[in-house]
């Protein structure tokens, strides 16, 4: 069975640390990847119109509606560290699934999400710190009903220094987490 992967990116840069690890990523999966840009799906952040809360749906219509679909095996958030947490293009995007928070409670009728595979992919210049980036993933995770991320996230922390696709551990970790991917999940 064909593996349908949806990479959320959080990276200003198209050829950026961020973009190599995806291309290394990319050739080393198999099944359909679609890829979404934080910062230029044109995905609209929040505005707490509050339509979700009766409705389950939002009311915006953009490109989450490939999100909402939860047409996907495996989720990858691939990002940089700001200030050592997720990009504010992202976190704008991670408000958008506010209608799944509202369906479970506010109207006490959480959706039926498909299980899916959970991997991460940072890159950090200065300290390289991920902390607050893996606390925003794991909520974003948990809300995608995306699994497995703990256990299967890469860093390349130090890009101010050694650019991510010259970073040999970073880039074999990412095979890595294509190999686990394209993987049955048990």
């Given at each position: ?5 949806l ?64 047409d ?63 606390h ?15 256990e ?21 970790d ?13």
């Amino acid at each position: 069975m064909a593996r349908k992967t949806l990479i959320l990116n959080g990276s200003p840069r198209p050829q950026g640390n961020t973009a190599a690890l995806i291309e290394t990523l990319r050739t080393k999966l198999s099944g359909e990847v679609i890829e979404i840009s934080a910062f230029r799906s044109g995905i609209a952040p929040c505005v707490d119109c509050r339509s979700c809360w009766t409705t389950a749906k939002c009311a915006v219509r953009d490109g989450m509606q490939t999100i909402y679909d939860d047409d996907f095996d495996n989720v990858v958030i691939a990002s940089p560290v700001y200030y050592g947490t997720l990009p504010g293009q992202m976190l704008s995007l991670m408000s958008r699934l506010q209608p799944w928070h509202a369906a479970k409670f506010f109207l006490n009728r959480p959706l039926e999400l498909r299980e899916k595979k959970a991997a991460v992919i940072l890159t950090a210049g200065g300290k390289g710190n991920a902390d607050m980036a893996l606390h925003h993933v794991r909520a974003l995770c948990r809300m995608l009903n995306a699994k497995g991320f703990a256990e299967h996230w890469v860093c390349s922390p130090n890009t101010d220094e050694i650019p991510a696709d010259q970073d040999e551990k970073a880039v074999a970790d990412v095979i890595a987490l294509a190999k686990w991917l394209n993987e049955e999940q048990t």
